[in-house]
């Protein structure tokens, strides 16, 4: 197998505030492993502050996990190594990195068998769910706006950062928002930013505003005390930064009403659907969540949309200018297709959008909806 790699800037439409940070832009690397016939397959691993990866960093852990991808005799045999739970990368690579090199596989091994990687994962039907989309942390009148675009567009899930130094502008922005889009199911996302004693105060209030659910209302770092919180909140509580792996969620399963799993945090498809199989019965629930990145980056994660309870996967929708296609999700939607591998494409380069079995799909539930009001 031929490995190699490319590292592109993806600049987001407009900066997104969250509680602990700003973020207007990132890079992200791309690796392409290529059979002797010259298919190839496609994934992405994307910078984080928080995860501590870098561009340099990055490269160096993809260069290494490439080297690692020629002990194996083809991409079958190293993405059964994935599926098994050995790593088909060095030890101690970080799940990033993993996750990009099991969606190239992913990519490559449903190329050269003709099926997407849905059919390879076990579901017959191609999944599409509504995602969420985020608002990040603005004043109320932007955020009402935001909201009343995004409902027009047809997004039925709406995501509201939260984690303002002054916790009232949090409630009035979210108040903003369910009375722009009443019809509009909202989720609120603090990032960690409130102690327990203000998570147990706030959460009421966002109850009252409509609010189905929060993600990580308190700082990582101690699990039991977000059990604790979830046992008693007025709102169904989802781990995120405190469910980073499989460990991680062993020990909350149960305990909080959900996990947000991120590819990128934990691991890969393979990794996420181990989560899934751990929680299932437990009484706690499969969020899907993502990192700002490109279809490409999102796309593994669309494939696993239909397993779970909330789908946060607009990570692409955030960008100014998206280098891939296939995925959808302009509609509130997103999909994958019967296309052989991932099935996302890069977009044409004149910068024309091509035309994608998942556009086209999309296009058509706007056309839908346009004909219901009229």
């Known amino acids: 197998m031929k490995v190699t790699q490319r590292t592109v800037r993806l600049a987001l439409t407009e900066p997104l505030r969250i509680s602990r940070s700003t973020m207007a832009a990132r890079d992200a690397v791309w690796l392409t492993v290529q059979d002797d016939d010259g298919i190839q397959g496609h994934g992405e691993a994307v910078t984080s502050v928080y995860y501590g990866l870098d561009t340099d960093t990055l490269g160096r852990l993809l260069t290494d996990a490439a080297a690692d991808l020629r002990r194996f005799p083809d991409p079958e045999s190293a993405l059964e190594a994935l599926r098994n739970g050995e790593v088909a990368a060095p030890a101690e ?31 017959p039907v191609a999944p599409a769910a509504a995602t969420a989309r985020t608002i990040g942390i603005t004043s109320p009148a932007r955020a009402a706006a935001e909201a009343r675009r995004l409902a027009a567009s047809g997004f039925e899930v709406l995501k509201v950062k939260a984690g303002a130094p002054d916790p009232e502008s949090d409630v009035e922005r979210v108040r903003a928002v369910h009375d722009a889009a009443p019809g509009v199911r909202l989720l609120l996302d603090p ?10 105060a706030l959460l009421p209030r966002f109850a009252e505003l409509g609010v189905e659910a929060v993600e990580q209302p308190v700082a990582p770092g101690d699990p039991d005390a977000l059990a ?17 792996g499989l ?34 019965g437990s009484g706690t629930e499969l969020m899907l969540g993502c990192l700002t990145a490109s279809s490409l980056g999102l796309a593994p994660a669309v494939h696993l949309a239909d397993r779970a309870r909330w789908v946060d996967l607009d990570g692409h929708l955030l960008l100014a200018d998206d280098p891939w296609t296939g995925i959808g999700g302009t509609d509130g939607v997103v999909r994958t297709t019967d296309v052989p591998g991932l099935g996302v494409r890069p977009r044409a380069a004149d910068g024309t959008r091509e035309s994608h079995p998942a556009d086209v799909a999309a296009d058509r539930t706007r056309e839908a909806r346009r004909a219901d009001v009229a």
């Open 228 to 244: 604790a919180l979830a046992e008693r909140s007025a709102l169904p509580v989802i781990a995120d930064e405190d469910a980073v």
């Open 191 to 200: 990032n960690g930013a409130w102690t327990a004693a203000q998570a147990q």
């Open 93 to 123: 690579t970080p799940p990033a990195v993993t996750a990009a090199v099991g969606a190239a596989l992913l990519d490559l091994v449903g190329k050269r068998a003709s099926a997407p990687v849905h059919r390879l994962l076990g579901a």
């Open 247 to 280: 460990e991680d969620v062993r020990r909350l399963a149960g305990r909080v009403h959900g996990v947000n799993v991120k590819l990128a945090k934990c691991g890969g498809v393979h990794a996420a659907l181990r989560i899934a199989a751990l929680i299932e």
